[in-house]
T-cell receptor, first 111, second 119 residues
Framework: RKEVEQDPGPFNVPEGATVAFNCTYSNSASQSFFWYRQDCRKEPKLLMSVYSSGNEDGRFTAQLNRASQYISLLIRDSKLSDSATYLCVVNFNTGGFKTIFGAGTRLFVKA | EAGVTQSPTHLIKTRGQQATLRCSPISGHTSVYWYQQALGLGLQFLLWYDEGEERNRGNFPPRFSGRQFPNYSSELNVNALELEDSALYLC?????WGTGGAARTNEQFFGPGTRLTVL
């Protein structure tokens, strides 16, 4: 089982739609969590951290469920510019600090 | 504020040669991470340096090595290049991880990458 798993998609949604991605992680000692977005042939850019209480940044909402070991990202009112690959990132400190990236979920927002 | 910078942007080598990639972190950041992203694949963790020391490495052979300099910039060296080493190599930096075992959020900020092609 991969340490961090994401549905690769692609998710094809119309503008204005709400779309949600999940990411599961296997290490219960995971400490911090993030969502990054990566545009084609570009570097990943931090989208938001994920806090235990859940957090929101404009149209984006991130949530963490430690009991079930998953994090989620909800995008409301999708824009064309949201088209990208969304990467789930998990940090844990077991035998040394490690950062694990999920393989990403591809999102296409259509006009 | 200047972001993470990497050089060169592109690098073309032949099998068996050595490649050296460079990274300058954001000012004030002491941790540098290296990742490999092969075409169509996810990011694979390579190395982590903090305060000049290698803190952890991913599942890569020893011919992948690096170092961090006193100014916190870093170098990734890949010896005996193989065709499958062709990839985008990304460097990221984050603020001081700190001491005392306190958990940090460790947000990482990425450079634009070096695209290595091995012929």
């Amino acid at each position: 089982r991969k340490e961090v798993e994401q549905d690769p998609g692609p998710f094809n949604v119309p503008e204005g739609a709400t779309v949600a991605f999940n990411c599961t992680y296997s290490n219960s000692a995971s400490q911090s969590f993030f969502w990054y977005r990566q545009d084609c042939r570009k570097e990943p850019k931090l989208l938001m951290s994920v806090y235990s209480s859940g957090n929101e940044d404009g149209r984006f909402t991130a949530q963490l469920n430690r009991a079930s070991q998953y994090i989620s990202l909800l995008i409301r009112d999708s824009k064309l510019s949201d088209s990208a690959t969304y990467l789930c990132v998990v940090n844990f400190n077991t035998g040394g600090f490690k950062t694990i990236f999920g393989a990403g979920t591809r999102l296409f927002v259509k006009a | 504020e200047a972001g993470v910078t990497q050089s060169p942007t592109h690098l073309i080598k032949t099998r068996g040669q050595q490649a050296t990639l460079r990274c300058s972190p954001i000012s004030g950041h002491t941790s540098v991470y290296w990742y490999q992203q092969a075409l169509g694949l996810g990011l694979q963790f390579l190395l982590w340096y903090d305060e000049g020391e290698e803190r952890n490495r991913g599942n890569f052979p020893p011919r992948f090595s690096g170092r961090q300099f006193p100014n916190y910039s870093s170098e990734l060296n890949v010896n005996a290049l193989e065709l499958e080493d062709s990839a985008l190599y990304l460097c990221a930096s984050s603020p001081d991880w700190g001491t005392g075992g306190a958990a940090r959020t460790n947000e990482q900020f990425f450079g634009p990458g070096t695209r290595l092609t091995v012929l």
